[in-house]
């Protein structure tokens, strides 16, 4: 039998069940709809991790099909055998029964409020044309008609938007006489653009403004669910409204609807024949704890098979890197200032965790008052994980790691970028350089010590570590080929730097790893002798260099010695 294929990139859920394609089935997130009965519900989760497909769902579940337009066809097939129709009929008799507002915020990113409103607009005008039947219906009034059309034809004031959804949904109660279910998918990505490009004020009123009219007293609203990455009630979005069901990564509703369970990769990899990877791909991938379920990463886990079943040898990759916004971690860094918070990013770096008390209604506009709203933020966008709580002085305080292989590599591509760069405003490669040269290790030890001091390091990789911070250091200097002996294991010592001319000295470089701070000066002459003793500098003079410097270096935590 010939096996499904995985889509990948396609949120729409009538493209994949009615495609064909492998499907991980979570409709069960309807049935927990009506039995946590709320009039709004906000679902809160991080990026990629499938909400998009799954409010595609429910608008094809709910969508009204008392007529049969393009666009809405009946779509009860696409829920044959799904768990929502083995739910049984007090489920079902839900489905095609409600007319739909459906609006993804996802594409709204500009860096000015002029091109961000106007892409607002488009996303308005958009949903009013999926609704244009009821235009020119006599079930509405002339006036009301007017009001539509003025959408339909994008010629709608700027007065009209704040109330937009709540005259559609009107519209479309009195013409169907039924209450409209509305979804609104990302609801917080204008406001997070807003942010970065200075406009938070603006972009945070017109929001406000809409859902205080769409959401609040709505007698033609029969329910609504949002999703986004933060919560963001403290800023009162939702004034007023009531009761409100807010789901955050912390709540035990709906924690397995939103990421892939192990059970759910388990049963994918058996189908495609993968089983041998289960190790790997829980390594690179899973970790993620929403309430009391373990998830793993949907989008990485998809790509990665993806090129599991092109090729078994197809190595884990961090797909995740290039879609979430990463530069938050490179602001965390740039904080990254009193010795506190570095020693808690290093801490996490070596697979360590780090306590912190909840602040659930973080927002990007206060994301950079603090260190600590820092981490919270990083832990609802899925850059951090909850491996334990606690509940002391009247809060809850999570334990906090790293959760996987493929979010540390993204720490670690951060905190390079961000060591290039300080080392490069500083110059101090060319400092360390001019030093060595000059065979002063005194004042190469005292560079280095101060570099390891600023710097954000990790210990989980050891002599490797340093090895690959010296290497780091020395390279891009202008004069010197460095070349690192490390991957290839050829008998040379760990760093040389070959001059480009011959007036300059050739530097050997041997690194060790000391167990305690009293042993360092006796490991840097351990280097030493090494180099001689294993006649590294042969090579070079039998090239005809005339100088030749040698180095020991010797680390422990942030401490050195320079020996020669």
């Known amino acids: 039998m010939e096996k499904k294929l995985l889509k990948i990139g396609d949120s729409k859920f009538d493209s994949q069940i009615g495609g064909g ?100 607009k488009k996303c308005i005008y958009y949903e009013y044309e999926r609704h244009a039947n009821i235009a020119y219906s006599e079930k509405i009034s002339e006036s009301v008609r007017i009001g539509f059309r003025r959408f339909l034809d994008r010629a709608a004031p700027d007065s009209d938007f704040p109330d937009c959804l709540k005259f559609l949904s009107d519209c479309l109660h009195n013409y169907y006489d039924k209450k409209a279910v509305i979804l609104i998918d990302e609801y917080d990505v204008p406001l997070e653009s807003a942010f970065t490009g200075n406009y938070y004020d603006k972009m945070l009123e017109l929001i406000r403004s809409m859902f205080s009219s769409s959401l609040k007293d709505n007698d033609s609203l029969a329910f609504a669910v949002m999703t986004g990455c933060l919560r963001i009630s403290k800023e009162s979005i939702f004034t007023g409204l009531n009761n409100p069901s807010m789901i955050s990564i912390l709540s035990k509703k709906y924690s397995e609807h939103f990421g892939f369970t192990q059970q759910e990769v388990d049963e994918m990899l058996r189908y495609f024949g993968l089983d041998m990877k289960h190790d790997e791909l829980k390594e690179w991938y899973d970790g993620y704890l929403f309430g009391d379920t373990e998830v793993y990463n949907p989008w990485s886990i998809i790509n990665q098979i993806s090129e599991l079943i092109a090729s078994n040898n197809a190595f884990p990759r961090a797909y995740w890197a290039n879609t979430s916004g990463n530069a938050i971690i490179r602001t965390l860094i740039d904080k990254v200032v009193d010795a506190n918070a570095q020693s808690e990013l290093e801490t996490l770096m070596a697979g360590g965790t780090i306590e912190k008390a909840v602040k659930e209604n973080i927002t990007y506009n206060d994301v950079e008052d603090s260190i600590d709203n820092l981490w919270n933020f990083l832990f609802f966008t899925g850059y951090l994980k909850k491996v334990g709580e606690k509940f002391k002085n009247n809060k809850l305080h999570l334990i906090l790691a790293i959760p996987n292989t493929e979010i540390k590599t993204i720490y670690l591509d951060q905190i390079s970028e961000w060591f290039e760069k300080t080392v490069k405003v500083n110059k101090l490669p060319q400092e360390l350089v001019r030093a060595l040269i000059a065979g002063d290790a005194a004042k190469a030890e005292t560079l280095l010590s101060d570099v390891l001091i600023r710097s954000i390091s990790y210990y989980d990789t050891a002599e490797n570590f340093y090895h690959g911070f010296l290497t780091a250091l020395l390279i891009g200097t202008g004069e010197y080929e460095v070349k690192s002996n490390r991957e290839t294991g050829d008998g040379r010592s760990d760093i040389f730097m070959r001059p480009k001319s011959y007036k300059l000295p050739v530097i050997i470089i041997e690194v060790k790893i000391s167990d305690a701070y009293e042993t360092l000066i006796a490991k840097s002459k351990e280097a030493l002798r090494q180099i001689e003793d294993n006649n590294y500098a042969d090579e070079f003079i039998a090239e005809g260099y005339p100088k030749i410097l040698k180095y020991g270096i010797a680390f422990f935590k942030k401490e050195c010695v320079v020996s020669n």
Not at 54 to 72: A, V
């Open 21 to 120: 394609y492998y499907y991980i089935d979570k409709s069960l997130l309807i049935k927990d709809l009506f039995d946590n009965p709320a009039e709004v519900t906000l679902i809160t989760r991080p990026r990629r991790f499938g909400k998009t497909l799954n409010m595609s769902m429910l608008k094809s579940f709910f969508e009204h099909n008392c007529e049969l337009r393009r666009d809405n066809k009946d779509k009860r097939h696409l829920f044959n055998g799904l768990k929502i129709e083995q739910a049984g009929e007090k489920y079902m008799q839900h489905f095609g029964q409600y007319p739909v507002i459906f609006l993804s915020f996802k594409e709204i990113k500009a860096s000015t409020w002029e091109v961000a409103y106007e892409a607002f």
